[in-house]
């Protein structure tokens, strides 16, 4: 019985003592609703990941290994998002927003060498999405991510039909999404695949070879159909949702006493 429970606390933090910390005060904060419970969780949150301000944090956010949690200033974790930072950790810059329901995933108990989820500035996680970093996921400034995407840095060996396909090792090579890049809704990125700079990847493509940078790119699996044009973009503030959850840290800060830090 010991050893199960040891065995439990393993995957959920890196030693008992984190876990009781990150524990009691999930627990305490965990559930509370509306502008007191992001307004507390900001605060208290900060005792058990790195936070550089003031996070704000919804309702039911489930954190795991949050000693190897980083947040940048003004970070936005919606209703029911899931983080496992797990070795290698999960690092959300300035400004980026994981919307309700995402999963980012280290989950490393094999000792892989480049696990690891690192997320850009000013980027937006969609609803439902799945971010898998065993192989090491890298994400870059100003980064679209539509509902329900799959960013998935890991992969089974299969090379014997004698055994178990889970038993035959994984594939970990990693995944790269440069600035700028649109993944649309439903698309799944597989292992081993950089996305370039500014390209688009359409609405349910399964991406299994690199994107060029500046390219729309459509289809199972996924293939180039055209380059974007090479011309000035339009005038563009800060994206609306940004300026709409600015505009409400500042009226929690206003309404709570909390200083909005950034």
């Avoid at 956010?61 to 970070?75: C, D, M, P, Q």
């Avoid at 035959?168 to 999404?177: D, S, Y």
């Amino acid at each position: 019985m010991l050893e199960k429970l040891r065995t439990y606390i393993g995957t959920q933090a890196s030693n008992p003592v984190a876990y009781a910390r990150q524990e009691l005060v999930t627990s305490l904060l965990g559930w509370v609703p509306s502008l007191p419970g992001i307004a507390a969780r900001g605060l208290a949150y900060r005792l058990i990941l790195a936070a550089d301000g003031t996070p704000a944090i919804e309702q039911s956010v489930r954190i795991r290994f949050a000693e190897n949690v980083r947040l940048g200033r003004n970070v936005f974790l919606d209703h029911g998002v899931y983080l496992h930072a797990c070795p290698g950790g999960i690092s959300i810059g300035d400004d980026s927003l994981v919307m309700h329901g995402s999963i980012l995933h280290v989950y490393n108990f094999r000792g892989l060498p480049n696990a690891g989820i690192t997320i850009g500035r000013r980027v937006i996680v969609g609803e439902m999405s799945v971010i898998r970093g065993q192989g090491g996921v890298t994400i870059g400034d100003d980064v679209l991510i539509a509902p329900q995407v799959q960013i998935l840095a890991v992969d089974h060996v299969v090379q014997s039909a004698r055994a178990p396909i889970m038993t035959q090792g994984l594939i970990t090579e990693g995944i790269v999404i440069e600035d700028g890049a649109w993944l649309g809704a439903g698309a799944i990125v597989t292992d081993g695949v950089r996305i370039g700079r500014n390209a688009v990847v359409g609405a349910g493509a399964v991406v299994t070879r690199d994107i060029p940078a500046g390219t729309v790119a459509v289809g199972v699996p996924a293939r180039v159909v055209r380059e974007i044009d090479d011309c000035d973009p339009p005038v563009d503030l800060a994206p609306p949702v940004l300026h709409q959850l600015r505009n409400e840290r500042m009226e929690l800060a206003a309404a709570t006493g909390v200083r909005r830090t950034g």
